[in-house]
T-cell receptor, first 116, second 113 residues
Framework: GAVVSQHPSWVICKSGTSVKIECRSL??????MFWYRQFPKQSLMLMAT?????????EQGVEKDKFLINHASLTLSTLTVTSAHPEDSSFYIC????????????FGPGTRLTVL | SQKIEQNSEALNIQEGKTATLTCNYT??????LQWYRQDPGRGPVFLLL?????KEKRKERLKVTFDTTLKQSLFHITASQPADSATYLC????????????FGDGTTLTVKP
């Protein structure tokens, strides 16, 4: 099956620093990638939709200048949390879809971000 | 307002029994509905997709039903095993923005030996 990787799997950073998370589709080309965040015992909240070569579409309430998304190729999307603060601590998960697979989302393993 | 509700935050059953999880929605007209499994600290894993014109889908020990009149999907795991213990998420897609789904809060299933 299709595999999506994320790097890093966890990161601890100081308040005010920026953190970049990579999402890669390893064995397929992803027409669209999604970024989610998930708080403990809560569901996935969609942050943005990322299409290769175009600007990301952000969900209401998500600051695009805070969460920078770049989808440089059909296999790589990055999420940069700029000037991170403790309230940004969360589990960030990406997913990818490819045309012709019934819109099944293939999820990455997630990245645990802790901002001190 | 749009809402997705999954029954009870937690469900505990005995090994070998059938687990039934519920996903109810309001103010949606989904083109299809998906069920995912999520283990602690991991990303969700796709299990089954059912379209609005389908009543039932099966895959090995899994069965999903979709009643667009009741606005409800049921997810069954037959002959449950301790390895089935996980959180199960339903997700709705209205089909106008390919792949963009809205997730329920999930039900955590524990199968006791």
């Amino acid at each position: 099956g299709a595999v999506v990787s994320q790097h890093p799997s966890w990161v601890i950073c100081k308040s005010g620093t920026s953190v970049k998370i990579e999402c890669r589709s390893l064995d397929f080309q992803a027409t669209t990638m999604f970024w989610y965040r998930q708080f403990p015992k809560q569901s996935l909240m969609l942050m943005a939709t990322s299409n290769e070569g175009s600007k990301a579409t952000y969900e209401q309430g998500v600051e695009k200048d805070k969460f920078l998304i770049n989808h440089a190729s059909l296999t790589l999307s990055t999420l940069t949390v700029t000037s991170a603060h403790p309230e940004d601590s969360s589990f960030y998960i990406c997913s990818a879809i490819t045309a012709g697979v019934n819109n099944e989302q293939f999820f990455g393993p997630g990245t645990r971000l802790t901002v001190l | 307002s749009q809402k997705i509700e999954q029954n009870s935050e937690a469900l505990n059953i005995q090994e070998g029994k059938t687990a039934t999880l519920t996903c109810n929605y309001t103010n949606y007209s989904p083109a299809y509905l998906q069920w995912y499994r999520q283990d602690p600290g991991r990303g969700p894993v796709f299990l089954l997709l059912i379209r609005e014109n389908e009543k039932e889908k099966r895959k090995e020990r899994l069965k999903v039903t979709f009643d667009t009149t009741l606005k409800q999907s049921l997810f069954h795991i037959t002959a449950s095993q301790p390895a089935d213990s996980a959180t199960y998420l339903c997700a709705l897609d209205i089909g106008t923005n390919a792949g963009k789904s809205t997730f329920g809060d999930g039900t955590t299933l524990t199968v006791k030996p």
